[in-house]
């Protein structure tokens, strides 16, 4: 031991708070030792523990200790548990936490009221680092305090190891390829664009769970013909290298989505993708009431138009009045009641409601302009703009 640090213990209020600590029952090195963890450098609250008990005469440590229930003698155990669970991850990086019980925080703030907290840490603080390196030694993985693939957490309300996994992202582009399937999970529906690239990343990896993060959606009945960007992520993997290339070939095997551009990605793009605001351009099959002879009036949607919220989202979205561009509109005749329009807009356009006018909520519309009712027969997004 060095001599600087004995000449610390002997310090009158150093050495009086390890009276107090000795008077107070059986108490184990770690804990005597843990009162005085701030007043050396380079020991372990073992060895001040030690040194603290030699100095003062206070014999042997005892076999249990009425502070830490004995938890330091079970830490090896510990340890065994963790490795032999993480032993079945695929992870580079870990960190140890402690979930404390009722009785270990009320064993420790009688402690404390008792001796004060002038020199001391906390039991959490040990067991984390305690246990991370006896971990570390049989792991061999580094740590990372601040984005682990696992974290480790000692359970002391049900005396267990329990582990929380880091989730694992992926960033890509979508397209949809077939009408009446939505984006993401909803119960009336038996399939979704996330199910079907959720399928071959959730058996490569392991995982549990999935959520895709996307830039927009489009509508159940649309097709999206150009690439869409997305995050998906997987939760609870238990293997974090796979082959994206062969999960891209998997995804298109379905016939109804492809994916394109995937990379691992984190947390971070997820609020980055979901505040995307992209202008797109969209096909649309148009069905008039009466034939037209003369379209060119389409024109007058050009600019801005005031969108109240349609009809047919309403249930589920507030009923704001918006202001949305119409960038360029575009035309093919099929026949005198039929045409395909190329509408390009902003982000957060009512391209159906834009056409039919949703009973005067959209104005100007294609209906309204040309005075004859129309219905959206078909509906693609063909490009989506950076």
């Given at each position: 031991m060095k001599k600087e640090a004995l000449k610390e213990f002997r310090k009158p209020e150093v050495a009086a708070v390890a009276k107090e600590v000795l008077k107070r029952g059986p108490v184990c090195d770690n804990c005597l030792g843990r009162q005085a963890a701030q007043v050396s450098t380079g020991m372990t609250n073992r060895d001040r523990g030690k040194a603290l008990r030699q100095m003062l005469g206070a014999g042997r440590e005892p076999a249990k200790c009425g502070v830490c229930m004995g938890i330091f003698k079970r830490i090896d155990g510990y340890a065994d548990a963790a490795a032999k669970r993480l032993a079945k991850l695929e992870y580079e990086t870990f960190l140890v936490g402690t979930k404390m019980s009722c009785d270990f925080i009320r064993s420790?703030?009688?402690?404390w009221e008792d001796v004060g907290i002038d020199y001391c840490e906390s039991i959490r603080s040990e067991l984390n680092r305690e246990l991370g390196k006896l971990i570390w030694k049989k792991v061999k993985h580094e740590v990372d305090e601040?984005?682990?693939d696992v974290l480790v957490i000692l359970n002391l309300e049900k005396d267990r190891i329990d582990l929380q996994v880091k989730?694992?992202?992926?960033?890509?582009?979508?397209?949809?390829?077939?009408?009446?399937?939505?984006?993401?999970?909803?119960?009336?529906?038996?399939?979704?664009?996330?199910?079907?690239i959720a399928a071959p990343l959730?058996?490569?990896?392991?995982?549990?769970?999935?959520?895709?993060?996307?830039?927009?959606?489009?509508?159940?009945?649309?097709?999206?013909?150009?690439?869409?960007?997305?995050?998906?992520e997987i939760k609870n993997p238990v293997r974090r290298k796979i082959d994206l290339r062969l999960m891209r070939a998997k995804i298109k095997k379905s016939g109804k989505v492809e994916v394109s551009g995937l990379s691992f990605s984190d947390k971070?793009?997820?609020?980055?993708?979901?505040?995307?605001?992209?202008?797109?351009?969209?096909?649309?099959?148009?069905?008039?009431?009466?034939?037209?002879?003369?379209?060119?009036?389409?024109?007058?949607?050009?600019?801005?138009?005031?969108?109240?919220?349609?009809?047919?989202?309403?249930?589920?979205?507030?009923?704001?009045?918006?202001?949305?561009?119409v960038i360029d509109i575009s035309w093919k005749r099929i026949n005198n009641k039929n045409f395909e329009l190329q509408i390009k807009g902003e982000a957060g356009l009512y391209v159906?409601?834009?056409?039919?006018g949703d009973s005067g909520r959209t104005k100007p519309s294609i209906a309204g302009l040309l005075g004859n009712p129309a219905a959206v027969k078909a509906l693609d997004v063909i490009k989506i703009w950076d």
């Amino acid at each position: 031991m060095k001599k600087e640090a004995l000449k610390e213990f002997r310090k009158p209020e150093v050495a009086a708070v390890a009276k107090e600590v000795l008077k107070r029952g059986p108490v184990c090195d770690n804990c005597l030792g843990r009162q005085a963890a701030q007043v050396s450098t380079g020991m372990t609250n073992r060895d001040r523990g030690k040194a603290l008990r030699q100095m003062l005469g206070a014999g042997r440590e005892p076999a249990k200790c009425g502070v830490c229930m004995g938890i330091f003698k079970r830490i090896d155990g510990y340890a065994d548990a963790a490795a032999k669970r993480l032993a079945k991850l695929e992870y580079e990086t870990f960190l140890v936490g402690t979930k404390m019980s009722c009785d270990f925080i009320r064993s420790e703030e009688s402690l404390w009221e008792d001796v004060g907290i002038d020199y001391c840490e906390s039991i959490r603080s040990e067991l984390n680092r305690e246990l991370g390196k006896l971990i570390w030694k049989k792991v061999k993985h580094e740590v990372d305090e601040k984005s682990p693939d696992v974290l480790v957490i000692l359970n002391l309300e049900k005396d267990r190891i329990d582990l929380q996994v880091k989730s694992l992202f992926i960033s890509g582009g979508y397209k949809k390829l077939v009408r009446g399937i939505p984006q993401t999970k909803w119960d009336k529906y038996r399939e979704t664009v996330e199910d079907i690239i959720a399928a071959p990343l959730l058996k490569a990896t392991g995982g549990e769970g999935h959520s895709m993060h996307a830039a927009g959606r489009e509508d159940i009945d649309a097709r999206c013909l150009d690439w869409r960007p997305f995050v998906f992520e997987i939760k609870n993997p238990v293997r974090r290298k796979i082959d994206l290339r062969l999960m891209r070939a998997k995804i298109k095997k379905s016939g109804k989505v492809e994916v394109s551009g995937l990379s691992f990605s984190d947390k971070k793009q997820v609020p980055i993708v979901k505040s995307m605001r992209h202008d797109k351009t969209y096909s649309v099959l148009v069905e008039f009431e009466r034939p037209v002879k003369s379209i060119e009036a389409v024109e007058g949607v050009k600019g801005y138009v005031s969108q109240r919220t349609p009809t047919r989202v309403m249930h589920r979205r507030a009923d704001l009045t918006r202001k949305r561009r119409v960038i360029d509109i575009s035309w093919k005749r099929i026949n005198n009641k039929n045409f395909e329009l190329q509408i390009k807009g902003e982000a957060g356009l009512y391209v159906k409601e834009l056409v039919t006018g949703d009973s005067g909520r959209t104005k100007p519309s294609i209906a309204g302009l040309l005075g004859n009712p129309a219905a959206v027969k078909a509906l693609d997004v063909i490009k989506i703009w950076d």
